[in-house]
């Protein structure tokens, strides 16, 4: 037995590896195209994977890989019968795949070409399109929240990262969604008493504590959740959108100051020129000068 997988292993070792390593000697950049090759493999079968593992289809899927490692066992253990039983089963497999994997594969041909299948290999929509489509979200939520006067507290992340307030909440990690947003401030619910966080266009975290403004210059009249506000807007350059309990007005922290009783088209216009318009703009601008430095970097290597 010890002699006939000696002797398999040598052949395979003989036909495949030592072969391999003498085409590279012969063809050296195909080890390019070879580690191509194996970048491709590995991110569909991750990628496979990742769609498999929270469905049914996971048992199935370790079940298939046992059989192929004991297919390859026997046929290198040189069980002859085992080997025929197991390489027969594995022919007739693909159908019963097929079969098995229906629901599954229908649903993975069903989303090329839509948002979930783009979005995974980067074909994402405009970072700014998204943005200001989720300030809409934020607005109908915040209006929908002062009509039913239920208190809240939205802080919008720009720039200054605010991870440490993040990791004091309850992290969430979710897309942008009204009813969600209405829902984590309804009253006595575990999330409502707090800020929510939103970051990186996704609500990043609930139940967030905030810091307090507590200079002699705010007016009394002020509650916790506006002097909250205040705080963390002069703490960092994020805005922060205030829904009274006691009034249902919505007021807008920025820059340490507090515009107060704000209709829906003010918010909105508050919202897309400093989260949307403003930030991008500045982009637009760091990039046109990067680029203006390199054209004058190229144009001195000319005249040199």
Known sequence: MGIEIGTNWQKFYNENIL??????KNHPFQIIWTIVDIAIVVFLAYYFIRIVKDSRAWQLVKGIILLIVAT??????????????????MNFGVI????????????????LGTNKFTKFFGITKDLETKTKENVYKIVIATMELAKQKTGALIVIERDIK?????????????????????NIFVPNTPLHDGAVIISNNKIAAAACVLPLADDKNIAKGLGTRHRAALGASRESDCIVVVV???????????????IA????????????????????AENDKKKARMNKIKQNMKKLKKTK
Do not use: C, H, M
């Open 19 to 24: 072969q391999y390593v003498e085409n590279l």
């Open 261 to 280: 009783d704000v209709r829906e088209d003010v918010l909105k216009r508050i919202l897309i020129n400093n989260v949307v318009t403003n930030r991008f």
């Open 96 to 111: 019963a795949i097929i079969i098995i994997f229906q629901p599954e594969l229908r649903r993975g041909l069903e989303q």
């Open 162 to 182: 605010i991870q440490d307030i993040i990791s004091k909440g309850i992290e969430i990690d979710s897309e942008v969604s009204p009813q969600l947003l209405v």
């Open 244 to 258: 009274s309990e006691e009034t249902g007005k919505v007021s807008v922290a920025k820059d340490g100051n507090l």
């Open 72 to 89: 390859w066992i026997s046929s290198l253990l040189n069980l002859v019968i085992l080997n025929s039983i197991l390489s027969t089963i």
